[in-house]
């Protein structure tokens, strides 16, 4: 076993500078692979709902993840999925459907979580309330006697705040096309596109009381502002920038205009809240909650701002960017089974407002059970080690070569 440790030490002394550069070279491509998978899919500090940007749909073409039609086009540009640079579609969006170089720019999204609306003392702020019970009659119990059953509902209206920043990137090459006389023969645009955001529900509240049942629906989406902005080819960012009035159009921008909810991609939309009052003074339908709602933003134009000199036919461009506020509506309802005497006339009494889950930790259980979050923290271990044994070569190959004499001494005495 002593050769062994010899030829080990003999090969690290070597090629010890190999061995470094190529052990920083994995820890970085590990570092970049595990980046990517760790963004994609596991959300944390979102409260109500979870948002991801599920699809785009081009000339009635659905484009997403799993959806990379051949042919596709975007305004009069034939393009393929094939061809795409850049294609992510979950918490963050990052597209690009052609060249990395050419052809369209990248379009890029980003969103601030979800935020519950809380007064000074933490408590959740709710503007609507609704009570309402339904008597289901006389019952006969698993004991044989008999009780009226009294189902009731409370359902309170609470508020949200969201944003997301819309945005262009790339090189100056995908500005634009440059005609023969140095003008311009054609711009990338966006306009036309739709941005399907689709929706999870999460439980972000509870009753004191122990309800039978909670559930959560999203109710309302409107803009509460927007601001607009541009990025320079010196990646100079310029606040309301009046040269981007004519780059960014997008439905809906103005403040009070809202986003249709819908149960399906692409389907129909639902009014919620007007859906969950029909229901007041009836039992209330568990369909009308689901996993998922989807809602979907239009852009009218989303195009880089360009600029020929006349003279020196010298160009200049800037990339459109927009954040958009809103403010979210979701209602919170309940659902409790009373049990009363034949005789006693049921009381709608009422129950204790939700109160804010608070889990400051749930982030960190949500990462550690993602199966890739085990695989990606193994390899990035077996790299680091790597690292370790390179500048253990590199600047102290004596305690490198007493390291492996120990373990494998030890092993060959045994």
Known sequence: MRFLTEDFESFLRKNRKLIAILAIALLLICLGNFTRLETVGYLTATQGLEAQFAALRVNGIWLSEAEKPSTFSIKDRELSAENASNWFFGYELDF??????????????NQQPFTVKTNPFGEVEYDERYAWQVDKGIVTLSNGSKARKVIQFEMWRCKLSWALNIWLSGPKAESCDRAWHGGIAWEPDY?????????????????????????????????????????????RK???????????????KERGETCGIYYERGGTPIDIEETLLTYENVELDPAVFRNEYWIHIDLVTFKPWNHIDFWWKTHSY?????????????????????????????????????????????????????????????????????????ILAIFAPGALTAITRTLFGRRRET
């Open 318 to 390: 800037k990339w459109p960017s927009i954040t958009l506020h809103f403010i979210v509506y979701v209602f919170v309802v309940g659902k409790w089974t009373v049990y009363l005497s034949e005789d006693e006339v049921p009381q709608l009494t009422p129950h204790t407002p939700p109160s804010l889950v608070r889990r400051p930790w749930s982030w960190l259980t949500d990462w550690w059970s993602n199966p890739w979050t085990l695989l990606w923290t193994g390899i990035f271990g077996f790299f680091v080690l790597l690292i370790v044994i390179a």
């Open 96 to 109: 690009d459907p052609d060249e990395q170089d050419d052809g369209f720019p990248n379009l890029l999204i």
């Open 191 to 235: 306009g036309g596109t739709e941005i399907w955001i689709k929706l999870k529900s999460r439980n972000f509240a509870y009753f004191q009381d122990n309800p039978d049942e909670v559930y959560f629906a999203p109710a309302y989406f409107g803009v509460e502002y927007y601001e607009i902005a541009s990025i320079d080819q010196d990646n």
């Open 238 to 252: 310029t606040l309301d920038d009046p040269d981007m009035t004519s780059c960014i159009d997008l439905n809906p």
